[in-house]
């Protein structure tokens, strides 16, 4: 099971839209993808069009779950159609912290829950809030791989270290490291401060970068407006095209197969 999470504490830099675009793309591939909303907000949630107060369950019962039943993990799966599948997340969430916060291994409760599903997904993406806390720290304890998407734009670096630093004091106290991508998205080839951004990007992190971009397209507004994943919306659309990229940078040898 891939686990991948999409994080950055930066707002507003394309983090649920990467989620959904490549989750989107690696179920078309014909296997089952899970998508996890660990933010309170629920933008991913409502990207689907449902609402938590509809749910009969969401991600805040599976992590506080006492006891963890079949029953409870298929009340909180949404089957979203094309092979995707979604936990989705509810406002308790911001929460967590402070009704288990005396409860051992806070940290751990999303890898824990992880790791009872045996393989049931392919794939897993993990869409985390803009927030360094516990929901995010649960996200990269549990993941494989952590992608960092960074708007290129002016001071697109800051605070990207605190993240990095964040993951590597925690990489200390857990086993195995995570591979780190940072996606650069919303670039605009027509303007300096693009350009700029991704040039100081890969001064500063070097290989971590992925080598390509995610461009501006407004494409991805109307598939939120629309409820619908961009690739099965407008399969052709650059952007799209952008994320196909990343995922054969991301799945190589899937995609020499
Ligand atoms: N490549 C792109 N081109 C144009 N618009 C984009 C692109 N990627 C994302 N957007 C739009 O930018 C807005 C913010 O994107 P998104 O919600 O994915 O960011 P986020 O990092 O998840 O935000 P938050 O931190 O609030 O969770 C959305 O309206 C989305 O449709
Ligand atoms: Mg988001």
Known sequence: MNIWTVANQKGGVGKTTTTVTLGA?????????LLIDMDPHASLTSYFDRTPEELQA????L???QKL???LIDSATLDLGNNLYMWPAAMELATLDRQLGTREGLGLLLKQ???KLDGLYAHVLIDCPPVLGVLM???????????????TEFLAIKGLERMLRT????????KGARQVTIVPTMFDKRTRASLEALQELREEFGDKVWQGMVPVDTKFRDASRSHVPLPLLMPQARGVFAYEKLLETLLPTEVNA
């Open 137 to 151: 720290v649960n996200a990269l304890a549990a993941c494989q791989r952590v992608l960092v998407p960074v708007q």
């Open 58 to 61: 969401t991600l805040f019962d």
């Open 167 to 174: 993951l590597s004091m925690m990489e200390k106290s857990l």
């Open 113 to 115: 829950l992880l790791e």
């Open 69 to 71: 039943t079949p029953g």
């Open 25 to 33: 793309l690696l179920a078309a591939r014909g296997e089952p993808v």
């Open 63 to 65: 992590m506080s779950a």
